[in-house]
């Protein structure tokens, strides 16, 4: 009965790198939902998936950062050419429902990239 | 918008003390709130979420909370903290509906000392 799962957990790329970020949702749910984690901040929103859709893009910086969700296969969080303003944790959350309502959201272990 | 505010960025107790982390919301219709902990380098988990019906409730490890309408509030309670409960409490709020439909809106985080 796994969880939420993302890899790779440590991810190491130096400026201008494409960094490339899975997440594998729990059994059962069809909804995704990445998160950034800045030093000393809280999470905050990046993009909200459904297979093969993309249901709300608002938190996603408008360049450079892509997201996908296909029909098989895991989630991928893709960043090209990175900055060190890019250096986070990744969080992964999947659900069962698109809501922040019943739906609730299990969260995935991260990843923690760093650029240099 | 909804919003988020943790008040208090750190807090120290002494082991078998009482806890209340506080939490304010800002959202024109009836939210669903969550509290998350996170240690450190970890993923986050759930503690508890409120959606209806009653107003207080219960959560794993022995965490409560309370949703207070009238004060905007959803503060997190221990009757008696145990050092194990040391790390950063996150509290969020979803909404079921609109263009924020999906998506959870965390606070700054509250960093948990437990001290002997």
């Known amino acids: 009965n796994a969880g939420v799962m993302q890899n790779p957990r440590h991810l190491v790329r130096r400026r201008g790198q494409e960094a490339r970020l899975r997440c594998s949702p729990m059994?059962?749910?069809?909804?995704v939902y990445w998160y950034r984690q800045l030093p000393e901040e809280g999470l905050k929103f990046m993009v909200y998936?459904?297979?093969?859709?993309?249901?709300?893009e608002s938190g996603m910086p408008k360049e450079r950062f892509s997201a996908e969700f296909p029909k098989e296969g895991p989630s991928i969080l893709r960043i090209q050419q990175v900055v060190r303003g890019d250096s986070a944790a990744y969080f992964c959350?999947?659900?069962?429902?698109?809501?922040?309502?019943?739906?609730?959201?299990?969260f995935g272990p991260g990843t923690r990239l760093t650029v240099l | 918008a909804q919003s988020v505010t943790q008040p208090d960025i750190h807090i120290t107790v002494s082991e078998g003390a009482s806890l209340e982390l506080r939490c304010n919301y800002s959202?024109?219709?009836?939210?669903?709130l969550f509290w998350y902990v996170q240690s450190p380098g970890q993923g986050l988990q759930l503690l508890l979420k409120?959606?209806?019906?009653?107003?207080l409730v219960q959560g794993i490890k022995g965490f409560e909370a309370e949703f207070k309408r009238s004060q905007s509030s959803f503060n997190l309670r221990k009757p008696s903290v145990h050092w194990s409960d040391a790390a950063e409490y996150f509290c969020?709020?979803?909404?079921?509906?609109?263009?924020?439909?999906?998506?959870?809106?965390f606070g700054q985080g509250t960093i948990l000392t437990v001290h002997p």
């Open positions: 059994k059962g749910h069809s909804h």
């Open positions: 998936l459904q297979k093969e859709n993309i249901i709300d």
């Open positions: 969020a709020v979803g909404v079921a509906g609109g263009t924020s439909y999906g998506k959870l809106t």
């Open positions: 409120y959606f209806s019906g009653d107003t």
């Open positions: 959350a999947s659900s069962k429902k698109g809501t922040g309502g019943p739906g609730e959201q299990f």
């Open positions: 959202y024109g219709a009836t939210p669903y």
